[in-house]
């Protein structure tokens, strides 16, 4: 695992959605709303990672109102749905930010995310990722999405800096 010392820079995650946060499913009502499943030990990480300073941001092509509430909910804040060029609203969200491609980990699923991966220190995917994301991939999660692959991720990088249960009796690389 040669990527884990590039873990230490981390200070910002980028997720994608379907695929990443979810399993890739989408439910149609009867209405044509679309339902999607989240993983709680995904938003529990997400949380968590929130609470000690790390940037999380998600950047996906999908519109759901449900989507942005649950992510509203685990306290992010930049939040861009309904993009198209991804790549776009990453180069300005570093620019507003001040933030550096050696500071970013970005999980991506499919082609949509493949010109991001390329420009940040550590791009992930899950185990069920496209095959052109996980030949970029310096990580593959064991899990898939929607299935803890989020939890996997941040989980490793808090650990490396020893923020993963550094507060309570618990286990820190």
């Not at 930049?78 to 550096?100: A, H, M, P, R």
């Not at 390329?118 to 990722?129: E, G, L, T, W």
């Amino acid at each position: 695992m040669s990527f884990l010392p590039k873990l230490k820079d981390i200070t910002t995650f980028i997720f994608d959605v379907d695929g990443v946060l979810t399993d890739g499913s989408v439910l149609v009502t009867e209405d044509g709303h679309h339902l999607r499943s989240f993983n709680i030990k995904d938003g529990y990480a997400l949380q968590l990672a929130i609470k000690k300073g790390y940037n999380v941001v998600i950047i996906s092509g999908a519109t759901s109102e449900g989507v942005r509430k649950r992510l509203e909910g685990l306290g992010i804040k930049d939040i861009f749905l309904g993009t198209g060029k991804k790549i776009e609203v990453f180069d300005k969200l570093l620019l507003d930010k001040g933030i550096s491609t050696e500071q970013v980990l970005y999980v991506g699923d499919d082609i949509p995310d493949y010109v991001v991966m390329q420009q940040v220190a550590i791009a992930a995917c899950p185990n069920d990722a496209a095959s052109e994301i996980q030949q970029i991939s310096n990580y593959i999660s064991p899990l898939n999405g929607g299935k803890g692959c989020v939890r996997d991720v941040i989980e490793k990088v808090m650990k490396v800096q020893g923020k993963w249960m550094d507060d309570q009796q618990g286990f820190v690389w």
